[in-house]
């Protein structure tokens, strides 16, 4: 396994890394294009919730092996306001932001492992994986 990567996300020039980083070490376990298209989608939306409400966070970046297989964990957090109603915002067309509301539904059904917590105040973590078949 290769060590955890880290990009910091407070620009939106950090956005554009996180999606490179994601695609190079998925790209490791030989995902298809199609698939690396995917996963670098799926960080660009939590990447771009993370500047959008919180201003600036993380995103971790892994490969892993359980079992037989391999795949990408993804980690993005931020300590920002968090989300209030973890359910209304993972409903396609759910915004506070007058955004489409697309981004965390959309994101979880791109990866294979989707799973989000969030606590007023404190900020919100979202882990993501995407498994080689």
């Given amino acids: 396994m290769t060590e955890e990567l ?3 996300i407070r620009s939106e020039a950090d956005l ?15 995902f298809s294009s199609s698939e690396l298209t995917l996963i670098a989608t799926a960080i660009s939306e939590v990447t771009r ?3 959008t409400y ?7 970046l892994r490969l892993i092996q359980q079992a037989q ?3 990408v964990l993804i980690v993005a957090r931020d ?8 359910a209304a915002a993972m409903q ?3 915004s506070t932001s007058g955004s489409l509301g697309l981004g965390l ?11 989000i917590a969030s606590e007023v105040g404190q900020g919100t973590t979202v882990t993501m994986t995407k498994w080689k078949l």
């Avoid at 539904?105 to 799973?115: I, Q, V, Y």
Wanted: charged share 25%; aromatic share 4%.
């Fill in 6 to 8: 880290t990009v910091p």
């Fill in 16 to 30: 554009v890394t996180a999606r490179l980083r994601g695609r190079e070490i998925a790209s490791v376990l030989h």
């Fill in 49 to 51: 919730n993370i500047l």
């Fill in 54 to 60: 919180a201003g600036s966070g993380e995103l971790s």
């Fill in 69 to 71: 297989k391999m795949g």
């Fill in 79 to 86: 300590h920002g306001p968090g989300i209030a109603d973890l």
């Fill in 92 to 94: 396609d067309g759910y």
């Fill in 105 to 115: 539904p959309g994101s979880k059904r791109l990866m294979d492992e989707f799973a």
